[in-house]
């Protein structure tokens, strides 16, 4: 999603990379990812006190910008709806992308058009575990029965591989 976020960003009035939003809500902090979309898609830092008013400051603020937004590791609805509730939010031309492993919410959310990655190749898996782990695009020598486990765990996702690294 990242490596789309960045070719396309270009093409939209504003854009925002919400990272690990599981993370983020089950830390208590959905606030500071409203802010977060506010400050990259408008540009200033709005302070507000919960989320409904977070909601109604996204609606009026961006509903006539082309906005590029992509909500990363989504698990529950309630996380879409407190950044993205609708496309109606947002103006004409707008694209929001949802990365998550539940199916399911996305027919909830009523994505119209999904798709589904595929595992990264052995080879891509390790050089993307490498940079994470040692900074370098293979495994130091002394690591690589450890690093072939770590493959074999994340099963070729790539959010896996990174947080394992």
């Not at 909601?55 to 909500?71: A, Q």
């Amino acid at each position: 999603a990242k490596i789309v976020y960045n070719e396309i960003q270009y093409q939209f009035t504003g854009a925002s990379f919400l990272q690990d939003v599981r993370e983020t809500f089950n830390k208590g902090c959905q606030l500071q990812l409203q802010q977060q979309l506010l400050h990259d898609t408008v540009g200033n830092d709005v302070e507000f006190s919960n989320i409904n008013k977070g909601i109604n400051i996204i609606k009026s603020r961006l509903r006539s910008k082309k906005v590029l937004i992509v909500i990363d590791d989504v698990d529950r609805l309630q996380q879409l709806e407190s950044v993205a509730g609708s496309p109606k939010w947002f103006g004409p031309g707008s694209t929001i992308i949802i990365t998550t492993r539940d199916q399911h919410l996305l027919v909830e959310y009523g994505v119209t058009i999904s798709h589904k990655a595929t595992e990264l190749h052995y080879e891509e898996a390790l050089q993307l575990f490498s940079q994470h782990a040692f900074k370098q695009n293979v495994p130091k020598e002394d690591y690589v029965d450890l690093s072939n486990c770590m493959i074999q765990y994340a099963q070729g996702f790539p959010l896996a591989l990174k947080v394992l690294g």
